[in-house]
């Protein structure tokens, strides 16, 4: 791959917001990625700040993780046990891992909501 403005020139990194190849002269470190200089600088910054608000409010959030873990294990046993009885192995397997990903969510949850 080479750079998206110097067709002579290789690429050393992709550009977070519009995924074009960048050389060293036109990349730019912004925050967790790499953005084109003067062009999606701005964007990239932007969409951090978004993704950290974002990550923020999840965080503060320890019942809405409760609600889905339930959501997810009720799933997951619903599923295991129409597996079981139409002798579906893949709907076993599928119950079991929606099961325990809800139960992961819970521990989350609770971890989240015991720190905040
Ligand atoms: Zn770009
Ligand atoms: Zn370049």
């Known amino acids: 791959m080479v750079c998206f403005n110097h067709a002579d020139t290789p690429a050393v990194a992709i550009c977070k917001s519009c995924n074009r190849g960048l050389c060293t002269a036109c990349a730019v470190p912004v925050g967790n990625g790499i953005a084109c200089r003067d062009q999606c600088e701005d964007d990239v910054a932007g969409l951090n700040s978004v993704l ?40 076993i397997l599928l119950g079991a891992a929606m099961l ?4 992961f969510l819970g521990w989350r949850g609770r971890a989240i909501t015991r720190a905040g």
Do not use: D
Not at 100 to 103: D, I, K, N, R, S
């Open 100 to 103: 325990a990903y809800g139960l």
């Open 52 to 91: 950290a608000r974002n990550v923020q409010a999840n965080s503060q959030s320890g019942s809405a993780w409760s609600a889905t873990s339930g959501l997810y294990s009720l799933m997951g046993i619903l599923f295991g046990v129409w597996g079981w009885t139409s002798n579906l192995v893949p709907l």
